[in-house]
Structures are given as C-alpha cells and as structure tokens.
C-alpha cells in the first residue's frame, strides 16, 4: 500500500504537466471539438476535377477563386472540349 501511494504522489506532478506539451492544434481541437481545417493540394485539385469531369488535366496553377486561393484547372473532356474549373483551396468547391 505505501508502494502504491508513493508511486501516485510521484505521477501526480508527471500527468499535471503533461497538458501544455499539447500542440496548439490539438489544443484548439480539444477546445472546439473539431479538427482544423487542412488546405486542399494542387494535386488533389486536379484529382478531383478529373473524377467529377472525366478527361485529362492540360494545365493547373494557383489562382484566386471569389477572393480566396485557389487552383485554376484546365482539362481536355473525352469529347475534345476544354474546359476550365475552378477550385478553392479551403473548401474544394469546384466552378
């Protein structure tokens, strides 16, 4: 029993100072009970458009969408047709 006893009084301190070694990302998590928000890549851009509209990516690059960033997407349909799709880097939606 003194065994026990010691060694909780000794873990105490330990598990006291463990909750500022969070990082900050897991501290905001925990505070609003959601992950942050991550940043859709270049690559998933055009991963995404090319499943939503078939075809073959000619060209990407960053671009502002409504004031936030973005990729422009430019794809060659099975049709022949280009086409050019607009992606915003926060929420993915596509226009």
């Known amino acids: 029993m003194k065994h026990f006893v010691l060694f909780c009084a ?3 301190p330990a598990i006291a100072v463990a ?3 969070t ?3 897991q501290r905001h998590q925990s505070e609003s009970g959601r992950q942050p928000q991550t940043r859709i890549t ?3 851009a055009m991963s995404r458009v090319q ?3 078939g075809g073959r990516v000619i060209q990407a690059q960053p671009a502002s969408v409504n004031g936030h960033e973005g990729y422009r997407i ?4 099975s049709r022949g ?4 799709i607009h992606v915003d ?3 993915g939606a596509m226009q």
């Open 23 to 25: 990082s900050p990302a």
């Open 74 to 77: 430019k794809i060659l349909t």
């Open 81 to 84: 047709e280009v086409r050019v």
């Open 10 to 12: 000794l873990l105490l």
């Open 42 to 44: 270049m690559g998933d």
């Open 89 to 91: 880097a926060e929420t």
């Open 51 to 53: 499943q939503a509209f």
């Open 19 to 21: 909750e500022p070694w």
